[in-house]
C-alpha cells in the first residue's frame, strides 16, 4: 500500500464535477452488451470497477470502443454472447459479479466468475439461491456462496421472488434473469433499492414494469442499444458534502450530479443535521434526474437514521460518520448490517478508523453510535483497499488539527481515480 499525509484544510471555494455514476456506468455498458445496435455512453466511469465490466464483456465476445470518458458499445443481443475461453475477473466490483450471474444464468454455456481478495470474501448466496430457484445451477465454495463460482446457464423459469434485503445488486441480477426465463418474474423488496435497473432497462425496450419496491418482467423482447448520458456519482460527491458543509469557510459548486431518490439519502441525512445544501437546474437526461449542488459550511447537529433512509446512502455512510463525529450532540445509525458485507466489514473498519483518529464512536451490531466533538486529533489510518473508506479518511484528515497519515489512498481510483487533486484544487489552508 502506498501511503500519504493528509493536511488539514480552512477553506474550499470552487466549481467542479465528479466523476461518471459507477452504478450507472456498469448498467449501461452491460445492457448496452446485451443489446442490439450500438450504444453510445458519455462521461462514463474509468475507475477499476466499471472498467472490470468492460473486460469481462470482452470476454463474453463483446465489441467495445473507449476514447477518453466516451464508450461505444457494439451489442449484438444477449444470444450473442460466447462462452468465455478464460475465468472471468470482476476485480474488486461486486455490481459486475452479480449483475453478471443473472445475465450468465440464462445463457447457453458455462462461465467461471472470480474476483480480488475482497471479492472471495463477499456472500453471493443472496444472489445464488434465488437464480437456483429459477433454475441455474451456481457451484463455487461452501455451496456457492464464495467466489470463485461457476454458473452453467440453461432454461429458467420465472417465479415471484422475495429479497430479505434490500439491495439493488440482488434485484437487478434477478430482473437480469428473468429478461431471458419462462414466464413472468416478479420481485418484491423489503423498500425500494436505487432503480437504475429499472429506469435504464425501460429505455432499452424491456418488458419491465417497476411499482415502487414490485418489479414485474417478461422475457421475450430484445433490447435496443440506446444513447446513454451518465450523470456525476452523488456517491462520490458525497465526500465533498461533507468536507464543504465542515469546513471554517468558502461554497462549492459540483455540477451535473445524480440526484435520483433512491440515491439522494445522503443530502436527506446532512440537511436533517443542518447541512446547507441548494439543488440548482434540475433536469432529467437518460432517464435520471440531476442538478447542480451549491453547499456552504453550516453548524451541524446530531440525528438518528435507520429504516427506510440505510439503502438510500448505505454507500455513503461512511463519510457520513465523519460528519456525525464534528456535529454536536449524538448521532446513531441503525438497521445497516448490510455494510458488513462491503468491500470491507465496513462497520468495523469504520469504528476503528474514526477512534484512531480521536473520534467518539462506538460499534452496534447493525450500525454505530457517535459523540459529536468539536475537532478530529487525526492520525494514522488505512483503507483496507476500501475506496470508500480511503476518500472518508481523506476527508476526515483535512478536518483534522493534526492531519492524517493514509495507507491505500490508491484504493480511491475504483470509483474516483482523481479524488485528491479534485480536492487540492478547490480547498486551501
Known amino acids: 500500500m502506498q501511503g500519504v499525509f493528509i493536511e488539514p484544510v480552512s477553506g474550499i471555494r470552487g466549481e467542479l464535477r465528479v466523476p461518471g455514476d459507477k452504478s450507472i456506468s456498469h448498467r449501461a455498458a452491460l445492457f448496452g452488451g446485451m443489446a442490439e445496435g ?3 455512453i458519455t462521461d462514463f466511469l474509468l475507475g477499476e470497477d466499471c472498467l472490470s465490466t468492460l473486460s469481462c464483456l470482452k470476454g463474453l465476445g463483446v465489441e467495445w470502443e473507449q476514447k477518453g470518458t466516451e464508450v461505444w458499445i457494439r451489442g449484438q443481443g444477449m444470444d450473442s454472447w460466447e462462452e468465455p475461453q478464460d475465468v472471468l475477473d470482476v476485480g474488486n466490483s461486486g455490481t459486475t459479479m452479480r449483475l453478471l450471474l443473472g445475465v450468465l444464468a440464462g445463457s447457453p454455456f458455462a462461465a467461471t466468475l472470480t474476483g480480488d481478495s475482497s471479492i472471495r470474501r463477499r456472500p ?3 444472489v445464488g439461491d434465488p437464480l437456483r430457484e429459477m433454475g ?3 457451484l463455487g465454495r461452501q455451496g456457492g456462496n464464495y467466489a ?6 440453461g432454461t429458467l423459469q420465472g417465479k415471484e421472488i422475495r429479497t430479505e434485503v434490500a439491495s439493488a445488486q440482488v434485484k437487478s441480477a434477478l430482473i437480469l434473469a428473468g429478461l431471458r426465463a419462462q414466464g413472468e418474474t416478479t420481485v418484491i423488496e423489503p423498500v425500494l433499492s436505487r432503480d437504475h435497473t429499472e429506469r435504464m432497462l425501460q429505455a432499452f425496450g424491456a418488458n419491465l414494469v417497476a411499482a415502487g419496491p414490485r418489479v414485474l418482467v417478461k422475457s421475450g423482447k430484445p433490447l435496443h442499444g440506446q444513447e446513454i448520458s451518465v450523470p456525476g456519482d452523488i456517491s462520490s460527491a458525497a465526500f465533498l458534502l461533507v468536507l464543504a458543509s465542515l469546513i471554517k469557510s468558502g461554497e462549492l459548486i459540483i455540477r451535473d450530479v445524480g440526484v435520483n431518490p433512491t440515491r439522494t439519502g445522503i443530502l ?4 436533517l443535521m443542518g447541512a446547507d445544501i441548494e439543488e440548482r437546474d434540475i433536469k432529467e437526461i437518460s432517464g435520471e434526474p440531476r442538478a447542480t449542488l451549491v453547499v456552504r459550511p453550516a453548524p451541524l447537529h446530531g440525528v438518528e437514521i435507520r429504516g427506510e433512509m440505510i439503502p438510500r446512502l448505505i454507500d455513503e455512510l461512511p463519510v457520513f460518520a465523519v460528519a456525525a463525529c464534528l456535529a ?3 448521532t446513531v445509525v441503525r438497521d445497516a448490517q448490510e455494510l458488513r458485507v462491503k468491500e470491507s466489514d465496513r462497520i468495523r473498519t469504520v469504528v476503528e478508523g474514526l477512534k484512531a483518529l480521536g473520534a467518539k464512536i462506538e460499534e452496534l451490531p447493525d450500525g454505530f453510535w457517535i459523540i459529536g466533538q468539536k475537532t478530529l486529533r487525526g492520525g494514522q489510518a488505512q483503507s483496507h483497499g476500501d475506496h470508500r473508506l480511503a476518500m472518508a479518511w481523506a476527508v476526515a484528515g483535512m478536518l483534522s488539527q493534526e492531519g492524517v497519515s493514509l495507507e491505500g489512498m490508491e ?8 479524488f485528491l487533486e479534485d480536492v487540492r484544487t478547490v480547498s486551501f489552508k
Open 328 to 330: 454536536e450532540g449524538e
Open 124 to 126: 453471493m448466496r443472496r
Open 38 to 40: 450500438e450504444t453510445h
Open 411 to 418: 484504493a480511491a481510483a475504483v470509483s474516483y481515480p482523481n
Open 136 to 138: 441455474a445451477r451456481i
Open 268 to 271: 436527506d441525512a446532512l440537511r
Open 148 to 153: 470463485p463460482l461457476t454458473i452453467q446457464g
